[in-house]
Structure formats: structure tokens, C-alpha cells
């Protein structure tokens, strides 16, 4: 009898242990879940592109040719390219897209294939992939539009498409985007700009912003950053903010590691303030008085400074801030202010 009543309790204990191991295995391998959705998340691979995976046929020599469009505009396409003479500086795409739209944090490419067409406030309408090549070329790059059957323009568009295409970039979104930056509560100053700009650029860019021209004379080894031969009013580098994101994930070029800058945010948006400054700096003008930036004036950049505005803030404070009450402003009333 009493050999019964010890297996029974016997039993009794091993079901007790057996549930409780049960539910901790259960309630760790939760945890477990977890535990590896947060590391995934803090080591989300950097968007990366295999060039060494590029198709062979007739169209992977499209999208060499597109690559190298990208890394060497001028040589191709510039004031005395070989094949054509479209745009009217001798920067290359690679000096604001860098590595040839691969580079993470560098107005990255690998998504643009996939983007558009898409909604462009600065025009105001849908724009093709195609228009939005020739607005670097037009803007940027002093330029004319390329023929959309054209050889470059069809190479460039390839070239894009197997960006897209690649397999690290369907899911992966680090990097795509240019480093955010923290809006002081003070406006950029130009003048602290002009001291950062002599002690972390000018040794590149030169103390006039001419850069530095390659030995050949065909292309930049460093690019203008401001006078009659740089970017002209209305491309995206010509916004402080916008600036100032791309400064802050790249330069000074030797200095700076991908996502670990060198410049602080404040930092990165005086030198943006300097480099922008019109008023000591001259730039191209737009090739036609009749171009219009942001017809619908409620869709304006909080950075873009020429009026009108449907805000009360001046184009002084829309260029170089403080940008705070602006944004407030226009989420105040219920809109997305474009940063």
C-alpha cells in the first residue's frame, strides 16, 4: 500500500516539474524572440551593392556604361565630353551621389528605380525617373536634358534598375536616407560657418570654393562648392538643412566613417549656412526666368528661401533658421512641414 502512495506522489512530482519546465521553456523562448528582433533590429545591415554581380549581355553593358556615367559625367558627357556635351560644369554625379549612388548615407540610389514616378512638391506634379535625371543634370550640373531614348539616358536608367534590383536592398532601409540632424534653436550663422569651412574644407575645396581641378583639366578632384561653375539655386544642395545632412555623414571626407561623423549637427549646418551664403558667394543663375520651385506654396521645404510663403516667417529665417517654429507652424496645422 505504502508503494502505491509513493509512486502516486512520485508521479504527482514529476507532472509538477514537467509543467513548470514546459511554461519557462515557453516564457524563455519568447523572451528569446524578442531578444533576437531587437538585436536584428540594432544590426540592420548597411544598404550594399555587388558591382561584381553585374549581368553580362547587352544589358549589363548598359548598366557599366550607366556606372560609369555616374563616376565619370564629365569625361562623357561634360563641356568636352566624348560622347556628348550635356552638362555645363565638370562635376560628376559620384560628387553628391557618392561611389555612384552606393554609399550609404550620401543621397544613396539604390531605391530610386523603385520610387518613382513619384510626387515631387518642388515641381508640383508626378515626376517619371527620367525627369528626375534630367533635373541633376539641368540643376547640379549647368546642363541640358538628356534625350530619353538616348544611349546615356537609357544606360543611367539600367544601371538604376540593377541597383534596385540587388538583393540587400528590398528590405533594408539603413543608409538609404541622408543622417538626420538636430535643429538647434538658433539659427546656422555663416559667420562660424567661414571658420569651420577654413579649418575642415578649404584645404580641398580651396578658400574661394573653386575646388581643385584633376591634373588632366577633364574633371574635379575636389568639386566647387560655391561660384559660376558649382550647383546652381534650387538643387537639393543648396538647402542648408539638406546640406547639412549630406556634410555630416561625409566630410571631411579622411575624417568621416560611414554613419560615425566627424561634424556635429550643429557644426554641419553653419558650414551648410557659409557655403549657401549668396550674399558672399556667387552662383549660377537658373537658365530660365519662367522656372518655377514649389507652385503650391504650402508644400515649400522649411529650408528653401525664395518666397512667397504661405507662413509669417521671412526667407532669412526659412534659409538658415531657427527652423523649430516654422515646422510648429505647419504641424499646427495639421501638415507635414518637408525637411
Known amino acids: 500500500m505504502m508503494n502505491r502512495k509513493f509512486q502516486y506522489i512520485t508521479i504527482l512530482l514529476l507532472l509538477f516539474v514537467f509543467a513548470n519546465a514546459v511554461q519557462l521553456t515557453s516564457c524563455s523562448g519568447g523572451n528569446a524572440e524578442e531578444v533576437a528582433n531587437a538585436d536584428s533590429a540594432?544590426?540592420?545591415?548597411?544598404?550594399?551593392?555587388?558591382?561584381?554581380?553585374?549581368?553580362?549581355?547587352?544589358?549589363?553593358?548598359?548598366?557599366?556604361?550607366?556606372?560609369?556615367?555616374?563616376?565619370?559625367?564629365?569625361?562623357?558627357?561634360?563641356?568636352?565630353?566624348?560622347?556628348?556635351?550635356?552638362?555645363?560644369?565638370?562635376?560628376?554625379?559620384?560628387?553628391?551621389?557618392?561611389?555612384?549612388?552606393?554609399?550609404p548615407y550620401a543621397f544613396n540610389l539604390v531605391k530610386s528605380f523603385r520610387d518613382y514616378p513619384q510626387y515631387r512638391a518642388r515641381e508640383g506634379r508626378i515626376l517619371s525617373l527620367a525627369e528626375r535625371?534630367?533635373?541633376?543634370?539641368?540643376?547640379?550640373?549647368?546642363?541640358?536634358?538628356?534625350?530619353?531614348?538616348?544611349?546615356?539616358?537609357?544606360?543611367?536608367?539600367?544601371?538604376?534598375?540593377?541597383l534596385s534590383d540587388s538583393s540587400n536592398v528590398a528590405q533594408v532601409k539603413k543608409g538609404v536616407k541622408n543622417l538626420e540632424v538636430e535643429l538647434p534653436d538658433v539659427a546656422a550663422s555663416s559667420d562660424r560657418g567661414e571658420v569651420l569651412y577654413a579649418q575642415n574644407c578649404e584645404r580641398c575645396h580651396a578658400k574661394n570654393g573653386e575646388g581643385k581641378m584633376r591634373f588632366d583639366n577633364v574633371t574635379y578632384e575636389y568639386p566647387p562648392v560655391w561660384g559660376l561653375l558649382a550647383y546652381r539655386p534650387g538643387s537639393s544642395m543648396h538647402r542648408v538643412v539638406k546640406l547639412a545632412q549630406w556634410l555630416k555623414g561625409n566630410m571631411p571626407y579622411d575624417?568621416?566613417?560611414?554613419?560615425?561623423?566627424f561634424l556635429t549637427d550643429a557644426q554641419a549646418l553653419d558650414i551648410a549656412a557659409y557655403v549657401n551664403d549668396d550674399k558672399k558667394h556667387k552662383r549660377p543663375l537658373p537658365s530660365s526666368t519662367k522656372e518655377i520651385d514649389y507652385p503650391n506654396y504650402e508644400e515649400k521645404a522649411i529650408d528653401y528661401d525664395k518666397g512667397p510663403f504661405k507662413d509669417p516667417f521671412t526667407e532669412q529665417q526659412h534659409k538658415y533658421g531657427p527652423y523649430k517654429p516654422i515646422i510648429d507652424f505647419w504641424e499646427g496645422k495639421g501638415i507635414t512641414p518637408t525637411i
Not at 575624417?255 to 561623423?261: F, H
Open 42 to 103: 540594432a544590426t540592420e545591415k548597411l544598404v550594399s551593392i555587388d558591382t561584381t554581380k553585374i549581368p553580362g549581355g547587352k544589358y549589363g553593358a548598359a548598366v557599366r556604361y550607366g556606372r560609369e556615367l555616374m563616376l565619370h559625367t564629365a569625361y562623357y558627357i561634360g563641356p568636352e565630353g566624348i560622347n556628348g556635351h550635356y552638362t555645363g560644369n565638370k562635376m560628376n554625379c559620384t560628387n553628391c551621389h557618392r561611389d555612384a549612388g552606393t554609399r
Open 255 to 261: 575624417k568621416t566613417e560611414v554613419g560615425k561623423p
Open 133 to 162: 535625371i534630367n533635373n541633376c543634370v539641368m540643376r547640379p550640373n549647368l546642363g541640358r536634358p538628356l534625350p530619353l531614348d538616348g544611349k546615356e539616358m537609357i544606360s543611367i536608367m539600367a544601371y538604376l534598375k540593377f
